[in-house]
């Protein structure tokens, strides 16, 4: 072996190792970089799926407006229709918030719109804005008694007196889905002022 091999042999035995572990190194911090961005990503579409927003700002609108908690509001649009602005149930309530052709002529009424279509309901603004007024106005009715409201959001006024008006408690509920209903409400309420503090004006993610 020639005296330059020689050489070139002893200064890549000096600097050859350091040179690949600098690679491997370089390599590594690119896949961690690459895992990271990859689960943030998966996390954050699991969890637009299992737990959607939309229409925040107006979420937040009429909480201020109307003084219902906006996480409340965002999650009895997930609790009716998953966001989906076009949701129809069998009892022909429309629209995100659920609500029902008749209640929504009687709040245009009281609320000094000039007109309403039905069609008005697959409007997210006017539809979060109906549902929202229904909510504050059944929160009013028991007194600040949310479980309350939210039964009869669902079930209507009249098992809601029997169940204990203002007093009502969830196990006094003895409709399963109302009961089933009111719960998981509740509990979607207590996700999304968690997972969404910023979003829906708390000030905080």
């Known amino acids: ?31 961690m970089v690459l895992v990271v961005a990859f689960n943030g990503t998966v996390h954050k579409a699991l969890n637009e799926l299992t737990l959607p927003l939309e229409h925040e700002d107006i979420i937040r609108q009429q909480s201020k407006e109307k003084g219902v908690d906006a ?3 965002a999650a009895v649009i997930d ?13 022909g309530a429309r629209g995100l918030m659920q609500v029902t052709p008749e209640a929504a002529k009687d709040i245009a009424r009281h609320s000094g719109a ?16 109906y549902g929202t007024y229904l909510l504050a106005e059944r929160i009013q ?8 409201a939210l039964a009869s959001y669902n079930a209507g006024p009249g098992p809601v007196e029997k169940w204990g ?30 997972k969404y503090g910023s979003e829906l004006g708390y000030g905080g993610g």
């Open 79 to 91: 609790t009716e229709s998953k966001f989906v602005a076009s949701a129809e149930s069998g009892a």
């Open 141 to 148: 009715s028991y007194e600040g008694n949310v479980a309350a």
């Open 1 to 31: 072996m020639s005296t330059r091999a020689r050489r070139r042999q002893r200064r890549w035995f000096e600097t050859g190792p350091i040179k690949v572990l600098g690679v491997l190194v370089a390599l590594g911090v690119v896949a």
């Open 165 to 194: 008006g203002d007093q009502l408690k969830v196990d006094n509920i003895t409709y399963p889905e109302t009961r089933a209903y009111v719960e998981l409400v509740l509990e979607r309420q207590k996700e999304y002022r968690a």
């Open 71 to 73: 996480a409340l509001i």
């Open 114 to 129: 000039t007109s309403f279509h039905t069609s008005d309901l697959s409007n997210p603004e006017i539809n979060i804005k």
